[in-house]
T-cell receptor
Framework: DAGVTQSPTHLIKTRGQHVTLRCSPI?????VSWYQQVLGQGPQFIFQ???????GRGNFPDRFSARQFPNYSSELNVNALLLGDSALYLC???????????????FGPGTRLTVL | DAKTTQPPSMDCAEGRAANLPCNHS???????VYWYRQIHSQGPQYIIH???NNETNEMASLIITEDRKSSTLILPHATLRDTAVYYC???????????????FGQGTILTVHP
């Protein structure tokens, strides 16, 4: 069975540009969450989407946005890139909305974004 | 979600048990203890979780103290492939505003050496 997939694997952008990262959840999973992991730190929660609606948002500026499509895949968009946006961006999928014993989150390998 | 404290790093010899501690003194009654690990350049991987009873699965064992203020993740026979960052997370399984959010700290870097 395919796990969570993310594209691209690596990306280099310059300050001020815009970036779109993509995530395909595990088949049958309806919830997608996005995390940012800066080097040396643990992942930080950005968004959770469930049934195409935003259900949770972390402490990130409005430059960060996301959406979920009818097939439950998701995109994370970041506008006006800053050097500090350089990080590993992780996508996680789960079957439902809450994190219960039957609803664990499965993470993808991430997209490594470098902003120059 | 309650805050956790973990040692920044630990070493373990291959084949020996690795015991990773976690303090969560402010845990509340409906909060579970979760463990994830992150092998270099990969996404975090779920290991185990528990509420108050000790738990065991094919990957590890979780020992939670009676007062639930601390726990220990045990890898019974560590291998080189267990070298990773291990995160202890305390969270409720209820819905509400926390939804699926996992709050990661800096974790413990476990190095398994030959």
């Amino acid at each position: 069975d395919a796990g969570v997939t993310q594209s691209p694997t690596h990306l280099i952008k310059t300050r001020g540009q815009h970036v779109t990262l993509r995530c395909s959840p595990i088949s049958g999973h309806k919830s997608v969450s996005w995390y940012q992991q800066v080097l040396g730190q643990g992942p930080q929660f950005i968004f959770q989407y469930y049934e195409k609606e935003e259900r949770g948002r972390g402490n990130f500026p409005d430059r960060f946005s996301a959406r979920q499509f009818p097939n439950y895949s998701s995109e994370l968009n970041v506008n006006a890139l800053l050097l500090g946006d350089s990080a590993l961006y992780l996508c996680a999928s789960s079957k439902g909305l809450t994190s219960t014993v039957y609803n664990e989150q499965f993470f993808g390998p991430g997209t490594r974004l470098t902003v120059l | 979600d309650a805050k956790t404290t973990q040692p920044p790093s630990m070493d373990c010899a291959e084949g020996r048990a690795a015991n990773l501690p976690c303090n969560h003194s402010t845990i509340s009654g409906n909060e579970y203890v979760y463990w994830y690990r992150q092998i270099h350049s990969q996404g975090p991987q779920y290991i185990i979780h528990g509420l108050k009873n000790n738990e065991t699965n094919e990957m590890a064992s979780l020992i939670i103290t009676e007062d639930r203020k601390s726990s220990t993740l045990i890898l019974p026979h560590a291998t080189l492939r267990d070298t990773a960052v291990y995160y202890c997370i305390v969270r409720t399984n209820a819905g509400g505003t926390s939804y699926g959010k996992l709050t990661f700290g800096q974790g413990t870097i476990l190095t398994v050496h030959p």
